[in-house]
Structure formats: C-alpha cells, structure tokens
C-alpha cells in the first residue's frame, strides 16, 4: 500500500505499471531494500524525506528484495541498498550502498523536468511555426530562471546566431564550462561565429574565385573562399578548399587549413556523411 502519493512499494506484478510506465510521466527512483539490511534501514528515512521535499516532481519506489528476486536479477542488483533511477523505461542512474543526500540529489536533479525544460519545448515549437519573436521571448525566459540549463543557453545561442544577434550568441556560449564548448553543439556554434566575422573583412566569392584563377597558388585568397563558402554554408565547396590549401600550404596562416576543417566538421557535427571523408583525406595529408 502507498504511504502517500510520491511513496509507494512495488511488487514483481506491477513493477511495470508502477515504475516503467510512471518514469515516462516523471524520474521514478528504485529503492532495492531488504528487512534484515542495515544500511538500508539507515537510507530509508532520507529517502522518504527527499520524496517529500519535492512534492511530486519524482516518486519513490520501494522493492523488497527478498520478494522480488527475479526483478533483483533483472537489473542486475549485486549489494543492498541499491538505487536505480528510471527515466522513460530505462536504468538512467545507479547508486550502491549508503548515500549522502547530496548524491542523491544530484541524480535525481540531473533527470527531472524543469519549467526551463517546458519553455524551451515551447520555444522550439514556436519557432517551427514561424514565431520567431515569441520562441526568443521563451528562451531568454528559460534561461532567465534556469541560467545552468545547457539546452536552453545552446538552444538560445544557436537561434541568436541564425538572427544575426553574433556578439549575444558568442557571450553565451563563451560563459558555458569548457568540456561543454569543446563538444557538439557548442562546438559548431562557436566554429560558425569564427567563419562569420572572417567572412566580414573577406572579399566576395566572386573576387576570391578570380584571384584563385589569375594564381591557383594564392593561399589568401583559397583560405578565404573557403571562409565565404562556409559562411554561405556551401560546406563542401569549404572543404574542398580548406583540403587543397591544406596540401598545396599546410603551414600557412599558423595551420589555417586544419583548424578550419575541423571548425567545418564540428559545425557538421560526427554524423554528417561529408565528415568522415574529409576527416580521411585530412589524415592523409597530415601524415
């Protein structure tokens, strides 16, 4: 029988109904307990305490088990306590042996759903509709109340990019911690920022395509086709240039050629069939 509505012990018949379906509503958290387990008797109290504290924005599930062996076996439990945090069907957290509320916290935290969250669907709804002005209002007021959200400050920066808002888009992804910036999206984002203020002082394709005919061995004028290509999100077309400048100069503009394929393949992101061909070619060319 449930002790209130967040609390409720889960048996082998409805461990599907109780914890697999709800963690698609919200983060349920498994408590593997056993009666003649300290620990778990020691655990138990903090668990119905953060189960109060947040009201309902995650539900706690108690699994005896002595009695739910199979479901022991399952998800593979090894000790006692056990916490598993399930989100959309799934084990997305474990935690072993006695916690400290921090801890536990800090899982629960990283899987619940956040008003920031709400808006930024909102946001991204409104802008595939068109309202680009109403989905901006929702960004800045997710990041607003939410500023450690991730998604949100990439969603907000990456839609101030594509309105031309350069110097705001960059502040925001400059502030987000390092590992986050060196990975995809951020990544991209940042490499599209580069190629657009190069691509300000750059002539126009046209020049740049004449110089390169007058003198295929001008590094300049390839380099920044290749820019003017990248900005225009002609990205093969950069990265042709970018790889016969990287062959015909690799050393010029202190391995401008490089750094700019691999500017091009973080704007790609891993996936794109163009990157892993370019990546080859590049790898050929450098060793």
């Excluded at 903090?46 to 108690?62: C, D, M, N, T, V």
């Excluded at 916690?99 to 916290?105: D, F, G, L, M, T």
């Excluded at 990283?110 to 309202?131: F, M, V």
């Excluded at 939410?146 to 888009?169: F, H, M």
Aim: hydrophobic share 40%; charged share 25%; net charge negative.
């Amino acid at each position: 029988m449930s002790e209130n509505n967040y609390i409720f012990d889960v048996t082998e018949t409805n461990f599907a109904e109780q914890v697999l379906a709800k963690s698609h509503q919200a983060p349920v958290l498994v408590d593997f307990w056993a009666a003649w387990c300290q620990p778990c008797q020691m655990l138990m109290p903090l668990l119905k305490q953060l189960a109060e504290s947040y009201q309902g924005q995650f539900w706690l599930a108690k699994v005896n088990a002595d009695e739910a062996q199979s479901l022991t076996h399952q998800y593979g439990v090894r000790g006692l306590p056990t916490l598993k945090l399930f989100r959309h069907g799934e084990v997305v957290e474990e935690l072993v042996g006695v916690q400290p509320e921090s801890a536990i916290r800090a899982a629960i935290d990283r899987h619940l759903i956040r008003e920031s969250d709400r808006l930024l669907e909102q946001a991204q709804t409104a802008r595939a509709t068109g309202q680009k002005e109403r989905s901006l209002e929702l960004l800045h007021r997710a990041a607003e109340i939410d500023p450690k959200n991730q998604r949100v400050s990439l969603t907000l920066a990456e839609t101030l990019l594509q309105q031309g808002e350069i110097a705001e888009a960059e502040q925001i992804l400059t502030a987000l911690p390092r590992e986050i910036r060196e990975e995809e999206p951020a990544s991209g984002l940042l490499a599209q920022i580069e190629f657009t203020a190069l691509a300000s002082h750059a002539p126009d394709i046209a020049l740049l395509k004449q110089r390169l005919k007058a003198s295929p061995e001008d590094s300049e004028a390839r380099y920044l086709l290749g820019v003017q290509q990248a900005f225009s999100r002609d990205y093969q077309g950069a990265l042709e240039q970018f790889l016969d400048l990287l062959k015909r100069d690799p050393k010029y503009g202190d391995s401008a050629a490089r750094k700019a394929l691999l500017a091009v393949f973080n704007i790609l992101g891993s996936d794109h069939e163009l990157v892993p061909h370019y990546r080859r070619q590049m790898f050929r060319c450098l060793h």
